[in-house]
Each structure stands twice: as structure tokens, then as C-alpha cells.
């Protein structure tokens, strides 16, 4: 019987590497041999492939967005640095002028940018022109999220969790590119002191737990912590901002109790920007949220988790109340309230986390609205009247624009692309950005209360890949 194999390729700059690698399983299938050059195979560094993760920068000049190569495309994932103000620049002149920038950046023979011809309001341009060159990192496979700690003077440090490995990597950022290797070539995979997979970083000893998730890093507590998807796990992470002496020093597992098929999660993560040390972690399996702080022992031993207070979602669910499947968490610029997205049922509940009497946060549901089913993360822009919460509603193409002052409710809803994976906000330029995971875009949405293309997508970085 004669086969037929057919090859296809979305990026119009990797044919190459696609065929190469198209022709390396031919040849296993046939029982014949491949050695491909390792940089056929390798990322390109200006093109999205399943975004997952993003992250802006505290002074919001650019953003971070990890790549989770999750048909093993190339040899590794990848974290890309996305030049904000560049951003701003395209979208300010398409907005007042209806200008389309110049360039053939992918060298293609085409213009970069053109309008999106079913939405008028929208340009669609390719992402090469968009980020920095040799600024980003090679990490491992299926990422997640992204953590920013804040180092001072403008210097970062990033945890990503990856689930191939699995590892939570970790890169500096110098204001320039992200450095994760001892290796000088800016190509190199970050080394294994850049991709935590031990506790204390020796193999001797136990590794991380399977399927670490979603990420909060603590810039005054020099910490990060990661949660763990299917056993109900956190890790903490010591990171010493002027020391490159970070690793994994705890791990707690059995936090939440197992569901009636026996299955145990911990899913979102997040800390009051008020920099109080408190960490509060969500599970897919329970309906009830741990807090944790962060131990340092006198004698200067490695810090280590100290469980605290914890409370039960209550005030959303079946007559009894009770919602389970914590997805994304966050809170309020303030550090007075928390943020939280619940797949059962499908809701944005809001926890008034403002310090009592005693100095305990209140931890009292205080509103919640119905959202869509198979939520994921949210972020939060605006101050004041303006507040606002935005939640990527995967399944559906959308985000959801919830108004939580005045009582909780959907103000809009916004289509995006497929697959809305992350949402991030870039607060002192009013933009929102979305990694749009089934077809490799970032929507870029106007959140200027002023602007008269608000909640809306303004700009598509990438080309959408067909369904």
C-alpha cells in the first residue's frame, strides 16, 4: 500500500525547519535515521507559538509571554520580550489616523499590517516587528504562567512554571534581555541552576511535584511560590534579589482535600500588593482558600511554608453555598480586595481583604457575578469608579468585563480570539493584552475610560492560524 504524507507549516519564516522536521518522523516511520542541525529546530525568536503565560513589566516597557510549543513544534518553549512602547506607537497612529505602518519585517513580500477585514476597529499585524531581538530565553515545554519579581532599578527576575519537565525556570532581566544560562550564547537552554526541578537544587533529593500551574512572586519577601495542578501541592521558591543562590526550599503536599474521584488540585495563587507576606492559594478539588507566610529561621536555615488561616467560598453556589475549581485569583491595586474565578458554578467572586481590628484580613465575600463557563485568569485595571475586572473565558472566545462597584455585575463582553489563555494589564498606557492560545495571537484591547474604541480590540500581534 502505497502512503501519502502531506506537510504543512503556519510561519511563513520556518518552512525549512518544519520540513526537516517533518522528514526526521518520515524517516523513523520508515526505520531510517535523521540528524538534524539542533538550529533548525529551535524557537524563532519573533513568532508565537500556543502563547500561554504573559506578564508586564512593573514600569509597563514591555511584556513578558511564554510560549508552551505544545505540538512540539520545535525543541523547547520559549519566553519573548514585547516592546510596549512600540505598541502604543502602532495602535496611537491606527486609532487617530487610520495609518498602517510601513515594513516587510518577516520578509515575505507582503505588508506586515493590514485592517482586519470583519472588524474595522481592529489591525492585524505580524508579530515580528513587535518583539525585542535576542532578548528572550529558551525554557522547557508546555508553560504556564508567568511571575515577576520585582529586584529594583529596573532588574527582574521571572518563574515559569513548565510542565514537560516538570521544572519552574527562572531568568534575570537586566532592562535589556533575560539572561537563564551561564552559556554567553543567547540561544542557549537555560542551564539546570536556571530550571528548579529538586528540592534545595539536589538531585538527591525529592523532586517537585508533577504539573506545577500558576506562579505568584513576592518582591519584598524575595520569594515565589508555584501551585500544583493534580495533587494539591505549593512550592516555595527562596530568591534573594541580589543573589543568584535561588532554588526550591519547601514543598507542601495534601493541602486540599481529594474530590469523589480522589483527584486533589491547587490552582490559583496570588499575595496582597499591600506586601504583607500573606499568600493565598485556590483549589480545583475544594471549595476553600489556604493562606500561607513564609518562615525564616533564626539560625539562617532555608525558609520554609507556615499554613495559616484558611476559609471556605460560601457565598456563591448551592443552597448550602459552596463553589469549587478556583481558577485565576488577583487583587485590587488597593490590597483591599481579592479576585477570584470559579468554574463551579461559573462566577467572579469578590473577598473584602481589608485588615480588621485585630490585623487579620476580613476575608468576607462581598459580591459575585455569573461569568462564562471554563474561566481561567483575570486581571484588574482602574482605580476607584474606574475599577474594573477583565476574566479570558477559553471555551468561548471572549473576555468578560465585570463592573464590581455599585454591585458586581458584566458591564461587556469582548470577543478576542481563540483560545483566550492570560490577561494582562499595562495600567499607565490603558491597555489590555490577551495570549490567545489556539491561534497564536496577542489581542491587544483599549481600556481607556476616555477613548472612544474602549473595550475593544484594537490590535492583533500575529496572524490567526486556522482552526
Known amino acids: 500500500m502505497q502512503a501519502t504524507y502531506y506537510v504543512t507549516t503556519r510561519s511563513k ?42 506578564a508586564v513589566a512593573p514600569d509597563d516597557s514591555v511584556a513578558f509571554v511564554a510560549n508552551a510549543n505544545s505540538e512540539l513544534r520545535y525543541d523547547s518553549g520559549a519566553v519573548m520580550v514585547l516592546d510596549l512602547a512600540l505598541v502604543d506607537s502602532v495602535i496611537s497612529d491606527w ?96 542551564d539546570d541552576n536556571h530550571r528548579l526541578s529538586y528540592l534545595n537544587n539536589d538531585s538527591g533529593q525529592s523532586s517537585i511535584p508533577e504539573e506545577p500551574f500558576n506562579v505568584y512572586a513576592d518582591s519584598k519577601g524575595e520569594f515565589a511560590m508555584v501551585t500544583h495542578l493534580t495533587s494539591g501541592a505549593v512550592t516555595l521558591i527562596n530568591s534573594p534579589k541580589d543573589s543568584q543562590d535561588v532554588g526550591v526550599t519547601d514543598v507542601l503536599t495534601g493541602i486540599f482535600a481529594a474530590d469523589g474521584n480522589g483527584l486533589r488540585g491547587a490552582t490559583g495563587v496570588t499575595g496582597s500588593p499591600s506586601g504583607n507576606g500573606i499568600v493565598y492559594v485556590g483549589s480545583r478539588t475544594e471549595d476553600r482558600i489556604q493562606t500561607f507566610t513564609v518562615g525564616h529561621p533564626a539560625n539562617g536555615a532555608s525558609p520554609f511554608l507556615l499554613p495559616g488561616e ?26 483591599e480586595r481579592m479576585y477570584l474565578v ?70 461587556d463582553i469582548i470577543l478576542v480570539g481563540r483560545g483566550p489563555y492570560s490577561v494582562a494589564t499595562a495600567r499607565s498606557r490603558n491597555k489590555l493584552f490577551v495570549t490567545n492560545f489556539l491561534e497564536d495571537t496577542i489581542a491587544v484591547i483599549d481600556i481607556d475610560p476616555a477613548s472612544p474604541t474602549r473595550n475593544r480590540v484594537v490590535l492583533r500581534i500575529g496572524t490567526p492560524k486556522a482552526p
Open 13 to 54: 519564516r520556518a518552512p525549512m525547519r518544519t520540513l526537516i522536521a517533518a522528514t526526521c518522523v518520515l524517516g523513523a516511520v520508515l526505520g531510517a535515521g535523521c540528524t538534524a542541525d539542533s538550529s533548525k529546530v529551535r524557537p524563532i525568536e519573533d513568532e508565537l507559538f500556543y502563547p500561554t503565560g504573559m
Open 95 to 190: 486609532v487617530k489616523n487610520k495609518a498602517l505602518p510601513d515594513g516587510d519585517d518577516d520578509g515575505d513580500g507582503e505588508a506586515d499590517c493590514a485592517q482586519d477585514p470583519d472588524r474595522s476597529e481592529t489591525l492585524i499585524c505580524d508579530e515580528s516587528r513587535f518583539f525585542e531581538e535576542r532578548a528572550g530565553v529558551r525554557i522547557g515545554n508546555f508553560a504556564t504562567d508567568i511571575g515577576i519579581q520585582d529586584r529594583g532599578n529596573g532588574a527582574l527576575r521571572l518563574f515559569v512554571p513548565t510542565r514537560g519537565d516538570p521544572s519552574i525556570a527562572w531568568a534575570d532581566w537586566d532592562g535589556s534581555r533575560l539572561a537563564c544560562s551561564s552559556n554567553s550564547d543567547p540561544d542557549a537552554l537555560c
Open 310 to 335: 484558611w476559609f471556605f467560598l460560601d457565598g456563591v453556589g448551592a443552597n448550602t453555598g459552596g463553589s469549587s475549581d478556583t481558577r485565576g485569583m488577583t487583587f485590587s491595586p488597593s490590597g
Open 342 to 411: 470559579n468554574r463551579r458554578p461559573p462566577s467572579l467572586q469578590v473577598y473584602d481583604e481589608s485588615l480588621t481590628a485585630t490585623g487579620a484580613p476580613a476575608n468576607n465575600a462581598i459580591g459575585a457575578t455569573d461569568i462564562c463557563r471554563q474561566a481561567s485568569t483575570v486581571a484588574i485595571s482602574g482605580v476607584g469608579a474606574d475599577e474594573r475586572a477583565y476574566i479570558t473565558c477559553f471555551q468561548d472566545g471572549q473576555l468578560y468585563v465585570v463592573n464590581p462597584r455599585s454591585g458586581v455585575y458584566v458591564e
